[in-house]
């Protein structure tokens, strides 16, 4: 999800029973510091996302820690989002590339070997582009990221080059020897 749409996210959009987040708005801060919810970027972006076993229980275990403000923060109708600064208000965008930022910047003090600035943009293009190479349905990555034309998904967010096509394409030869080997079998009268 954009990291707008995670920020929105209250304890009413997770369904933990039946493992589903709903997406239907997100969280801004205007350039005058104000706090408002949006709805999603586009028609396509209000969705409900399944979610697996361990993204429930991650969502779990930030419910269960969860401290809510001493007074809970309601923003045009919306309250008890996940994640709060410590004024009390919930975080944004920002606050989360801050907390990458720092991230990446301890990393580097540490390593030899330097880590690129990560964004959690960056994350969602990783995503969009790992599902891909996976052999997702692209209709159905279309309608995970949100995005209202399958051109943004395959063309923008899916970053693919030679290895991945060489990788590809030994996996369609592998299927047809194995199709093969099955005909074969299929043809050859049992003894």
């Known amino acids: 999800m954009r990291i707008s749409e995670f920020c929105g996210l209250t304890l009413k959009d997770i369904d933990l029973e039946n493992k589903i987040v709903n997406i239907d708005h997100q969280l801004q801060r205007t350039s005058e510091m104000k706090y408002i919810v949006e709805l999603t970027k586009t028609n396509s972006g209000t969705r409900k996302l399944p979610i697996t076993e361990d993204v429930a229980q991650c969502f779990a275990a930030i419910i269960e820690h969860r401290e809510p ?5 309601f923003i045009d ?11 009390g208000m919930p975080l ?3 606050h989360w590339e801050h907390r990458f930022n720092n991230m990446v910047d301890r990393y580097n003090t540490i390593y030899k070997i330097q880590m690129p600035n990560i964004t959690p943009h960056v994350c969602r293009h990783t995503y969009c582009s790992n599902q891909a190479k996976s052999g997702m349905n ?10 209202s034309d399958i051109g943004v ?12 096509a060489a ?12 199709r ?12």
């Open 69 to 73: 403000p001493v007074v809970e923060k």
């Open 77 to 87: 109708g919306y309250g008890g989002f996940l994640f709060y600064d410590d004024k």
């Open 92 to 94: 944004v965008a920002m």
């Open 138 to 147: 692209p209709k159905t990555l279309q309608y995970l990221m949100g995005h």
């Open 153 to 164: 998904t395959m063309n923008v967010y899916t970053h693919l080059g030679l290895e991945d």
């Open 167 to 178: 990788d590809e394409l030994k996996r369609i030869e592998a299927l047809e020897l194995a």
């Open 180 to 191: 093969k080997e099955i005909e074969k079998k299929l043809d050859t009268p049992p003894e």
